[in-house]
């Protein structure tokens, strides 16, 4: 039997074996074994496994164990009848319970966002934790840099972490130099190192998505943006990058900063002390959450929390996310709720820098508008926020996307909180991006041409392999 045949039904068994796999999933590599044989082998070898293990998985097992007495005391014990299934499942995932008294301000994007920002970051007195998944040398990357430049000139403690491929060009530039001369600790997550040697303990494309400040243990930034302008000049084609962007403070940011934790110790194991101390509950607040996910957490996880949530849903459901592949398990939650008469709108952009992710979202259209979803294709830039909102009660937002690489590849941070008054000024944000945007006709969809549909659910097929 020839080389290739041997490899290809070695590999094909592969697939058919293993139980961290859904169908879809394995049906989409059996295709492309068969339609591309020596470039299917080659991608599943570099491609196929979630690998995460050698000394990055090591130091990331070292720094939950670090963690988990803080983590485990950091919010409650998950009580399904007083914070709802949904916190119960989040809780399951690595440890954070809720919190209450927790307070949330929604910030305005992007010049307002960037100045409430600065303003924490010059009123830091302590210590200020930043990881970011991209880090651009532009007017709102310096900014933030001289911001942290100054703090530690006073004699703040600041920590810099910023993935290793997001924001390659970033680590190479004179502003991170100046960074480290100052006197800002710094620290890149998921380093190449010699490619060769780490693509064989995990995949090249495992990121670091987080997008996390903490100021003074006290006050967190957390939502959609990077560390870059709107204009995102990486991709200029494509802006005004439309992000969401939330100050909070309380419980729930002691949290978020043990998750920063968790990914600084990789690089700086001794440091535990310094990520602040237990905040306390603050008088009239609400109950928040944080939640971490990536590829050290049991898989599928991140998916089925977002079925999860749309299933919490009674009478309405809206949703913003740029990058929409949900695969089964999600898809099937949307129309589910959408069936038992629940209000249910995606907003997803126009225009997205990714042409894959563009032709496989349209691909779930046709199912999602018969079982009753309101589609609408934002018009105004790139639609980067990520939101989630229940019932005008509850939200979950943060930098995960709706899509393969979130559920299953990238780390990721968000939040989960319930409160009316900030869920609605959320909510008005998400009408504002409906009003720019474009109701998906239900008919149009209907009569698109077979070879249309071909075209799309082509990418869709492929996609739970990328």
Sequence with gaps: MPLHLLLFAAVTLRVL??????????????????????????????????NFRGPARAAHRAAEAATRPFVAASGERPNLARFGVASGFAASINGFGPTEGNRGELLDSPAGARARLIQDMDGASQSISVLYYIWLDDGTGRAVAEALMRAAKRGVRCKAMVDAIGSRAFTASATWADLRAAGVETAVALPLGNPLTTMFQRRLDLRNHRKITVVDDRILHCGSQNCADAAFRVKPEFAPWVDIMVRFEGPAVRQMHLLLAQDWLCSHPDELAHFGAEIKPLPDGFVAQAVGTGPDVRHGVTAQLFARLIYEARKELIISTPYFVPGETVC??????????????LIVPHRNDSRFVANASRSYYPRLIAAGVKIAEYNGGLLHAKTLTIDGATTFLGSSNMDIRSFDLNFENDILFSDRALTGRIRERQMTYL????????????????????????????GPIL
């Design 332 to 345: 099937e939650a949307l129309a589910s709720a959408a069936q038992s008469g629940v209000d249910v709108t």
């Design 435 to 462: 009003a720019a945007s474009t109701p998906v006709d239900p008919a149009a969809v209907k009569a698109w041409s077979i070879p249309r549909r071909i075209w799309f659910n082509a990418f869709a097929v492929v």
């Design 17 to 50: 074996a293993r139980s961290d796999m859904l169908p879809a999933t394995r049906v989409a590599w059996i295709f492309v074994l068969l339609v591309v044989p020596a470039f299917g082998l080659a991608l599943y070898v570099f491609f196929g496994e979630v």
